[in-house]
């Protein structure tokens, strides 16, 4: 933590933030200070200080009694958090996650999410019954998101984050040139990198690593790159292969999916690998690492059943630096 936040906070009353979380929940300014045990004025003061806090108003009037704008309501999940937090620091309280509420929100490649999400739900009904899921279709810049607080933990490439990022290894995989079996590239005998390059491809838009590997190779290379249809949807990248003109490279576990296509092992290809990342703001929240080691375990058993490739081992990747 940095000597301007430490400012910021000494001279801020947290119990402000307390009464915040209350309001919200409560859209009364009389009930959120009977719950509080404070006057109904000094409840009404508080609020002045919240919009003086954060400078603009939290709350509007409406009936009997006022309503959240929008800037309070995505406050809520945050304050939260930090609230089960607190409670947890100061009770020293272990972790239960069937006591626990909030929201988390998370985000993988919509193929490997077919078949994780039933199994993920399925433990988070057992185990922890109360929390609520958000799945986030895959971004381009899943950092950005993360830093942002709209994700809380995202799988993606092994990337270089930003230094308030951890990530751990999940996986590693193999990719092949799929394509059409009416594509040119499949009358070809023996087809060649060369030949590959020949064609115009489709391009995974929001990949940031493997694409990136590829435009890489053919530079090194001495090819041209010719993508003329991207998406941002792998699946829906995949069905565009069957009109037969795009090539694209994709992951070896779409051979499971026995889309009728045809496919290309070439050893010039890099393998990828994945990983899942969360932001250092909630590193240690107990919700958040229980969920992370939920979709750690079950990415394991996943590979075990032969859903998902091989990982090549594990790592975490420390922040160079932690925000508090």
């Not at 947290?14 to 209350?22: D, E, G, I, K, P």
């Not at 009404?44 to 009936?63: A, R, T, W, Y």
Request: charged share 20%; net charge negative; hydrophobic share 45%.
């Amino acid at each position: 933590m940095n000597q301007a936040d430490i400012a910021r906070i000494r001279s801020c009353d947290l119990n402000l933030l307390l009464c915040l979380a209350v309001l919200i929940e409560e859209q009364s300014v009389s009930k959120s200070a009977e719950r509080l045990g404070l006057s109904q004025p000094a409840m009404s003061q508080n609020l002045k200080k919240l919009h003086k806090l954060f400078d603009e108003p939290l709350f509007v009037k409406q009936g009997q009694g006022i309503a959240a704008t929008e800037k309070a309501q995505n406050l809520y999940q945050p304050l939260h958090q930090w609230l089960q937090l607190s409670s947890r620091l100061l009770l020293q309280k272990p972790f239960l996650p069937e006591e626990a509420t909030g929201k988390i929100r998370f985000s993988m490649v919509a193929d490997v999410a077919e078949a994780f999400v039933p199994q993920l739900l399925a433990r988070m009904m057992q185990d922890a019954p109360n929390v609520e899921l958000e799945f986030i279709h895959k971004p381009s810049d899943i950092f950005a998101m993360l830093e942002s607080g709209d994700l809380d933990i995202a799988a993606g490439g092994v990337e270089l984050p930003p230094p308030n990022v951890y990530g751990r290894r999940t996986s590693t995989e193999r990719y092949l040139v799929f394509f059409s079996p009416e594509h040119p590239l499949a009358g070809l005998k023996n087809p060649t990198l060369a030949d590959v390059f020949a064609f115009e491809h489709a391009r995974y838009s929001s990949s940031n690593l493997v694409e990136q590997q590829i435009d890489q190779l053919a530079q090194e290379q001495g090819f041209t790159r010719r993508c003329s249809f991207s998406s941002s949807s792998i699946l829906v990248l995949l069905q565009s292969l069957k009109a037969g003109r795009h090539l694209a490279f994709l992951p070896e576990r779409f051979l499971r999916r026995r889309e009728q296509l045809s496919y290309l092992e070439l050893s010039e290809i890099p393998w990828a690998e994945g990983m899942l990342y969360w932001h250092a703001r909630v590193h240690k929240d107990p919700l958040i690492q229980w969920f992370k080691d939920l979709c750690l375990d079950l990415v394991q058993e996943m590979i075990a059943a032969g859903s998902l490739p091989q990982s090549a081992g594990s790592s975490v990747t420390a922040p160079a630096a932690t925000p508090a």
